[in-house]
């Protein structure tokens, strides 16, 4: 990974929900209800609800919350209406950044995203222009504690179909999976371990570093402002954030 972790952009967007906890409830309500539409309320049977319940309990939103979720999909035909789109574009100092909405408007959401990358100093591109730059893998983290055998964590990920360990962070073990083997490795480790946080999405293959305090500024503002954004789901983008970023 280049000396650069997934975990510190996770970190990031972890400590932002938690001041920002029922705009993320109502996000994740959303995604929920928007998979059971799509593919049922049995999360045993339907993929996408179960990796988004996995997701939902990484933030730590009540069960209530989520059965509340799938409950309302099943009588609400509002989120049939409701369009998946993937954003790409710039970021200041050229910063990579694709954003991941569900819009029941799309020429609205279009417009809103285009006037933050615009008043930050970031551009919106076309369909492909950084996505080349990312690669879709899952992530798991576990925190260090006294009681985490390194060795043990590594062989039983490995055992479990993982694809990479990191045990050189001082905090957390990374562990690195392919989008196909996520959910066999999450639900074998799941068993064993704790995980302070889980995604399936696009993960940098490069990272750009900034070092401008007004483009560090700047960066810092876009991705909060998207994030904020009521029909953005999630951000990513290859800025090599530091812990306290």
Known sequence: MAGHSKWSNIKHRKGAADEKRAKIFSKIGREIQVAVRSG???????????????KARSYNMPNDNIQRSISRAAGDSSS????????????????????????????????????????????????????FQFERKGTLVIERDDTLDDEQVFMDALEAGAEDVDLDQEDVIEITTSPTEFAAVRDALGQSYD???QELGPVP???????????????TKLIDLLEDNDDVQDVYHNWAQEDDA
């Open 195 to 197: 995980f302070a946080a």
């Open 205 to 219: 293959l490069t990272w750009v570093e900034l070092e401008d305090e007004e483009t560090i500024s700047n960066m």
């Open 80 to 131: 049939d209406m409701m369009e998946e789109i993937h954003y790409e574009g710039y970021g200041p100092a050229g910063v990579a950044v694709m954003v991941r909405v569900l819009t029941d408007n799309r020429n609205r959401t279009a417009g809103e995203v285009r006037h933050i990358f615009d008043k930050f100093g970031g551009n919106l591109g076309s369909d492909g222009c950084v996505a």
């Open 40 to 54: 049922g309320p049995d999360p045993e049977t339907n993929n996408v609800l179960r990796d988004v319940i996995a």
